[in-house]
């Protein structure tokens, strides 16, 4: 079954830093989404992107934060300069379509920052 | 603001029985939700979900009810297995644009033996 892979699972960086999360979603998704959990706490949207734009955003995603599509494959979330409040689970997820379809997620990148 | 959340942090079956994790939600204008499956160091994984416009729907095993009136939302899960043993997450979401799910706190199930 085609599933959404996210690297690195574990990424710990220097406060102050700037760090790249990767993703591939599955290959013929479309809408392409960044999540973020923090330890024991809900699952919280990000922003999503579709057709090499930001669709929506939430609060979190401040100028700190930035997504890119570079090839056909990959979906990136950078955060320019990070902050320890930054540490989290940062989930990607894609869809097919937009509306009313389910969101695959990956197993998640763990950020700490030190 | 609007909010999902769930009534039971943890909830403990045996295994074999049936379990029903609830979920309450306060945004009227939400129209699609889902239920998520997280097992501990990976990410959710999607279960089952329900449009607006229906009141029940079923998977394997599962089946999701939906109460507009009361705002108001529940995982049955059949014949529990050790395999069901993770945290179960409601999202929901408003409209058909690409706009992000908003996750509730999750619920831990335990199958005990």
């Known amino acids: 079954e085609p599933e959404v892979t996210q690297t690195p699972s574990h990424q710990v960086t220097q406060m102050g830093q700037e760090v790249i999360l990767r993703c591939v979603p599955i290959s013929n998704h479309l809408y392409f989404y960044w999540y973020r959990q923090i330890l024991g706490q809900k699952v919280e949207f990000l922003v999503s992107f579709y057709n090499n734009e930001i669709s929506e955003k939430s609060e979190i995603f401040d100028d700190q934060f930035s997504v890119e599509r570079p090839d056909g494959s990959n979906f990136t979330l950078k955060i320019r300069s990070t902050k320890l409040e930054d540490s989290a689970m940062y989930f990607c997820?894609?869809?097919?379509?937009?509306?009313?379809?389910?969101?695959?997620f990956g197993d998640g990148t763990r950020l700490s920052i030190l | 603001g609007e909010s999902v959340g769930l009534h039971l942090p943890t909830l403990s079956v045996q295994e074999g029985d049936n379990s029903i994790i609830n979920c309450a939600y306060s945004n009227s204008a939400s129209d699609y939700f889902i239920w998520y499956k997280q097992e501990s160091g990976k990410g959710p994984q999607f279960i089952i979900d329900?449009?607006?416009?229906?009141d029940k729907r079923q998977g394997q095993r599962v089946t999701v009810l939906l109460n507009k009136t009361v705002k108001h939302l529940s995982l049955q899960i059949a014949a529990t297995q050790p395999g069901d043993s993770a945290v179960y997450f409601c999202a929901e979401k408003e409209g058909g644009g690409a706009d992000g799910l908003t996750f509730g706190k999750g619920t831990h199930l335990i199958i005990q033996p």
């Open positions: 329900i449009r607006s416009n229906m």
């Open positions: 997820a894609s869809s097919f379509r937009d509306g009313n379809q389910p969101q695959h």
